[in-house]
């Protein structure tokens, strides 16, 4: 897909998520792509957090930093991401997690019925 429009967000969130397990620098290169493309959209920087969370070549205590900041951002950008905001709960230390209550809370609402037309 990528060779048709190379400025594909969604494809390149696509390649990056096929690549994850297989070959780290193309992994790397098509999370930065995507994060990129995407304007650093929530998806992508949710991505790029758990790439780090996984890449054995980062230090375990840096990755998680990075991962954090990018899972906060991305739990910012889109409060329905769950994905985003459990992992970020799960590797924050009790000191962020307090901090983190000034994010808004997860509500959601059920559409309202539809008035019949007269």
């Known amino acids: 897909m990528l060779e048709k429009d190379p400025t594909d967000a969604l494809a390149a969130w696509l390649l990056a998520r096929a690549a994850m397990g297989d070959d780290r620098a193309l992994s790397r290169d ?5 994060v990129l493309l995407s304007s650093s959209g929530a998806p992508s920087l949710a991505l790029r957090a758990q790439q780090l969370l996984h890449d054995p070549e980062v230090p375990d205590r840096i990755g998680r930093a990075r991962a954090l900041a990018d899972l906060v951002e991305s739990a910012r950008k889109d409060p329905l991401l769950l994905r985003a905001r459990l992992t970020a709960a799960a590797i924050m230390p009790a000191a962020k997690k307090a901090a983190m209550n000034g994010m808004p ?14």
């Open 30 to 34: 098509a999370v930065d792509r995507s």
């Open 105 to 118: 809370s997860l509500t959601l609402k059920r559409p309202e019925a539809y008035a019949p037309m007269a």
